[in-house]
């Protein structure tokens, strides 16, 4: 399977899941080592309904945000550029309703975990 393929098998994957909480540490291993596809991540992203959006984006946040700590050095640009294509999605869907704010934060990683995931991303 070619690889473009396969990360977009990947994003359907996850984006069709139930729990995305419960997809696993080896799926993110697998798709971080693969380049991404941004016209298929934000497909996905847009697609999202605001009863799942919440919980998948807090969750591709939170993995990111772990992975970017990771050793192996693509997977955590990899992580690095799916969280910068998260992001712009969120702060587009923001700008454009002008709800910047706390509603932004907690949409991206939920407000118990802000001070842990900008200690991570600020390092």
Same mark, same amino acid.
């Given at each position: 399977?070619?690889?473009?393929?396969?990360?977009?098998?990947?994003?359907?994957?996850?984006?069709?899941?139930?729990?995305?909480? #419960? *997809?696993?540490?080896? %799926?993110? =291993? !697998?798709?971080?080592? &693969?380049?991404?596809?941004?016209?298929?991540?934000?497909?996905?992203?847009?697609?999202?309904?605001?009863?799942?959006?919440?919980?998948?984006?807090?969750?591709?946040? #939170? *993995?990111?945000?772990? %992975?970017? =700590? !990771?050793?192996?050095? &693509?997977?955590?640009?990899?992580?690095?550029?799916?969280?910068?294509?998260?992001?712009?999605?969120?702060?587009?869907?923001?700008?454009?309703?002008?709800?910047?704010?706390?509603?932004?934060?907690?949409?991206?990683?939920?407000?118990?975990?802000?001070?842990?995931?900008?200690?991570?991303?600020?390092?």
């Amino acid at each position: 399977m070619l690889r473009v393929e396969k990360v977009v098998g990947l994003y359907t994957k996850f984006f069709q899941a139930r729990d995305p909480r #419960r *997809v696993g540490t080896e %799926f993110w =291993e !697998e798709l971080f080592l &693969l380049p991404i596809n941004v016209e298929s991540l934000e497909g996905h992203l847009e697609k999202l309904t605001q009863t799942n959006s919440q919980t998948v984006i807090n969750e591709m946040t #939170r *993995v990111c945000s772990v %992975f970017m =700590e !990771e050793e192996n050095d &693509l997977r955590c640009v990899h992580a690095i550029e799916t969280l910068c294509v998260v992001m712009s999605h969120v702060f587009n869907l923001h700008h454009s309703s002008g709800a910047f704010g706390i509603d932004t934060i907690h949409l991206l990683c939920g407000v118990q975990t802000v001070d842990s995931f900008f200690q991570v991303t600020t390092k």
